[in-house]
């Protein structure tokens, strides 16, 4: 009685999760990520290849690409401290540098697709050059 109570929660639980998995949440947690990277790391964009990148991947990941391994990154990023718990009392989940694993194997594969689809958008705004909003634009033909 007492295991079938405990698997009908799990099961209720890894549904829940599963259903929080959207480009929404994706798109959120790899903005926090981002931020996170721009103040430890200004300029990381412009050192990853988007089109390599690949979340699931511990080397094309995003901190694969910066650090050479998904692993090493987390420690250089300060996302984990020495202890290999989170510094930032964030998760690699949280920050959306990892799909979440809670929702199941199908869950975890299309939050993977999520997370690399927000991370690219998140990397090709800090890749984009904009003008500064004091650049003057001429309407007028340039003469000689």
Same mark, same amino acid.
């Given at each position: ?17 599963a ?5 929404? !949440? *994706? %798109? ?6 981002? +931020? /996170?990277? =721009? $103040?430890?790391?200004?300029? !990381? *964009? %412009? ?6 990148? +690949? /979340?699931? =991947? $511990? ?14 990154? /987390? ?47 998140e990397?090709?705004?800090?890749q ?17």
């Amino acid at each position: 009685m007492l295991d079938s109570l405990r698997l009908a929660l799990a099961e209720r639980r890894r549904q829940r999760v599963a259903s929080r998995v959207s480009t929404e !949440w *994706a %798109a959120s947690r790899a903005r926090s990520g981002a +931020e /996170l990277l =721009d $103040g430890e790391d200004p300029g !990381w *964009a %412009a050192r990853v290849d988007t089109r390599t990148l +690949e /979340l699931a =991947d $511990g080397q094309a990941c995003v901190l694969g690409q910066l650090h050479g391994d998904f692993r090493r990154g /987390l420690f250089r990023s300060r996302v984990l401290g020495v202890s290999s718990a989170p510094a930032r009392f964030v998760s690699p989940v949280d920050l959306g540098f990892q799909a979440t694993r809670e929702g199941g194997p199908e869950a975890e594969r299309l939050d993977y697709a999520f997370l690399t689809r927000a991370w690219r958008e998140e990397i090709a705004s800090r890749q984009t050059p904009t003008l500064p909003a004091s650049v003057p634009r001429r309407s007028d033909p340039v003469s000689s």
